[in-house]
């Protein structure tokens, strides 16, 4: 299935370069041979990269004209759906469970992102029909908050307009650390043939479960 093409809205000078950071959980799902990245670049017209390394999680960074990153999200939800459909083919299940994607966001902007009392993020999930969840505490040695977003792929696009819209209004203050996945547990083979994790290098993995929601900012 084509995603349908995306408009830019119609809030003025919303077309200036923003990077959005997509943290994924487990296999990253743009292979063989990055030929599916290199075509949501292609025809996005967005930056895409993904974070490097034995890690359980990756970080998919977005760089570019917000209609560019527009563009790309919405490939990346129709793609997250179309390997849904493809893995209940082999499964029981009847009802399709819906596409779920957590944006790493600057602690700093996630106060504008919930608004007072909670407004915008209730103004968000009302209008656009999405699930919008900001964890209530930050990812590891980092700054960064998680923000889940869970829906059918239309209504994570529009909500995904509307966070760029906010992020824009809302630059994060001061420095942000960014949250970088550890490595997943390396182990290490001795001649006597005990293994054990090196500590140095070694880290339990993230629960792969969203973080609790936060309506307090």
């Given at each position: 299935?084509?995603?349908?093409?995306v408009?830019?809205?119609?809030e003025?000078?919303?077309?200036?370069?923003?990077?959005?950071?997509?943290?994924?959980?487990?296999?990253?799902?743009?292979?063989?041979?990055?030929?599916?990245?290199?075509?949501?670049?292609?025809?996005?017209?967005a930056?895409?990269?993904?974070?490097?390394?034995?890690?359980?999680?990756?970080?998919?960074?977005?760089?570019?004209?917000?209609?560019?990153?527009?563009?790309?999200?919405?490939?990346?939800?129709?793609?997250?759906?179309?390997?849904?459909?493809?893995?209940?083919?082999?499964?029981?299940?009847?009802?399709?469970?819906?596409?779920?994607?957590?944006?790493?966001?600057?602690?700093?902007?996630?106060?504008?992102?919930?608004?007072?009392?909670?407004?915008?993020?209730?103004?968000?999930?009302?209008?656009?029909?999405?699930?919008?969840?900001?964890?209530?505490?930050?990812?590891?040695?980092?700054?960064?908050?998680?923000?889940?977003i869970?829906?059918?792929?239309?209504?994570?696009?529009?909500?995904?307009?509307?966070?760029?819209?906010?992020?824009?209004?809302?630059?994060?203050?001061?420095?942000?650390?960014?949250?970088?996945?550890?490595?997943?547990?390396?182990?290490?083979?001795?001649?006597?043939?005990?293994?054990?994790?090196?500590?140095?290098?070694?880290?339990?993995?993230?629960?792969?479960?969203?973080?609790?929601?936060?309506?307090?900012?």
């Amino acid at each position: 299935m084509e995603p349908p093409k995306v408009q830019q809205p119609g809030e003025g000078g919303l077309n200036v370069t923003l990077t959005i950071r997509l943290l994924m959980h487990g296999k990253v799902q743009y292979t063989p041979k990055g030929e599916t990245v290199k075509k949501m670049r292609e025809e996005s017209g967005a930056r895409i990269n993904i974070s490097e390394g034995n890690c359980p999680e990756r970080i998919v960074t977005i760089t570019g004209p917000t209609d560019a990153i527009f563009k790309a999200f919405a490939m990346i939800a129709y793609k997250f759906e179309e390997d849904i459909i493809n893995s209940m083919s082999n499964s029981p299940a009847t009802s399709k469970p819906p596409v779920t994607l957590r944006l790493v966001v600057p602690a700093s902007q996630c106060g504008s992102l919930i608004g007072k009392g909670g407004s915008k993020i209730k103004e968000m999930r009302e209008s656009t029909g999405a699930q919008v969840q900001v964890a209530g505490d930050m990812l590891p040695n980092s700054t960064e908050r998680a923000v889940t977003i869970s829906g059918a792929p239309e209504a994570i696009i529009q909500c995904v307009k509307q966070i760029c819209v906010v992020m824009l209004e809302s630059p994060p203050k001061g420095a942000t650390i960014p949250y970088r996945p550890k490595p997943a547990s390396t182990p290490i083979i001795f001649s006597g043939g005990q293994v054990r994790a090196d500590p140095m290098i070694s880290s339990p993995p993230p629960s792969s479960s969203p973080l609790p929601p936060s309506e307090l900012g």
